[in-house]
């Protein structure tokens, strides 16, 4: 009788050891984006970042292991955030026009995973969504970069949508709150104050007849109303919209906002020409100096946004803003 108990108690403790040790399977994710629809059974073990932003993100999430190599496209190191900078640096650099490599790099690096803006992932760029389809490659682009009229949201969606993708979804969840925070602040820093007229210097488009701005849809026209102000071409349709100096002189804006692209000194050329063009050079806010630089980085969806919006509410609203 005591052997029998004795087994039963035995074989008691191994079923529950193999029952305690047991591993829930994990549902796949599946994933809207770009129109389509992915289904990922399990994380990437491997991860091409095609910007400075797309890697911060990443690391902010704990993937700095995933990343095999990134690609700079048109922003600088330094634009990356102090937090993230010497993790981001560490990687391997794709080469390429304009920091944009071609597709047969980003592929021979063996990568699963390509995160990317929408723009990487056209014929003119990096390479079609049906390119790395074609290679067996998942891609995610950052919703902000082609849906219609972007916010904030699309930027929290994509890192809880990364979050998924690589198993990370606590981190990624406190990230977003994390930001959120920060965005009900400076919008409660500013409110009640008169907006601040400015003009959103993005680039010359050629021979310094018309300048890129934006308009009155996209997440750069948002960004600035968050910030306090009050783009002097939301009247006009569209996200970027080009426009003459003497369109920008009839309508006097008291700061201008220079958008930072590509490396050291963008950002001083696009001042020096406002200086010296006749057409600009007695506006009052270049006469005044009242410039705000921002990097392009911050301009598009990515965790530096949240950044631009604070320093530019600083630069209107000196006494107000957080």
Not at 136 to 158: H, K, L, P, Q, S
Request: proline share 3%; charged share 25%; aromatic share 10%.
């Amino acid at each position: 009788m005591k052997k029998i108990m004795a087994f039963a108690l035995c074989l008691t403790l191994l079923l529950s050891a193999f029952a305690g040790g047991a591993v829930a399977e994990e549902e796949p994710v599946v994933i809207e984006n770009m129109g389509r629809t992915t289904t990922y059974e399990e994380a990437p073990e491997t991860a091409v970042a095609l910007s400075y932003s797309i890697a911060e993100i990443m690391v902010a999430l704990g993937l700095e292991d995933k990343i095999v190599a990134i690609a700079p496209s048109m922003y600088i190191l330094d634009q990356v955030s102090e937090e993230y900078r010497e993790t981001v640096g560490s990687f391997p650099v794709l080469e390429g026009s304009y920091g944009v490599p071609t597709l047969e790099t980003v592929l021979d690096t063996g990568a699963e995973f390509v995160f990317g803006d929408a723009y990487s992932f056209y014929a003119n760029s990096v390479g079609t969504v049906e390119d790395f389809e074609a290679a067996g490659v998942n891609i995610y682009a950052t919703e902000g970069t082609y849906v219609e009229d972007a916010t904030f949201e699309n930027i929290y969606n994509d890192i809880i949508n990364i979050g998924k993708i690589f198993s990370v979804e606590e981190r990624a969840e406190e990230l977003v709150a994390q930001l959120r925070e920060r965005e009900a602040s400076v919008e409660a820093s500013v409110a009640g104050l008169e907006p601040v007229r400015v003009f959103y210097f993005d680039s010359d488009t050629g021979g310094g007849v018309d300048m890129s701005t934006v308009g009155n849809t996209g997440l750069q026209s948002l960004m600035l109303e968050m910030a306090g102000a009050e783009n002097i071409f939301n009247d006009v349709e569209g996200q970027f919209v080009a426009v003459s100096w003497e369109d920008v002189v009839d309508r006097d804006p008291e700061y201008i906002i220079v958008c930072d692209y590509y490396g050291e000194g963008y950002a001083d050329e696009k001042i020096a020409e406002l200086k010296a063009n006749p057409a600009t050079m007695d506006m009052d806010a270049v006469v005044n100096d009242r410039f705000i630089v921002v990097p392009g980085m911050a301009m598009f969806p990515s965790l530096e946004c949240m950044d631009a919006v604070e320093l530019i509410a600083a630069g209107l609203h000196p006494d107000e803003a957080a």
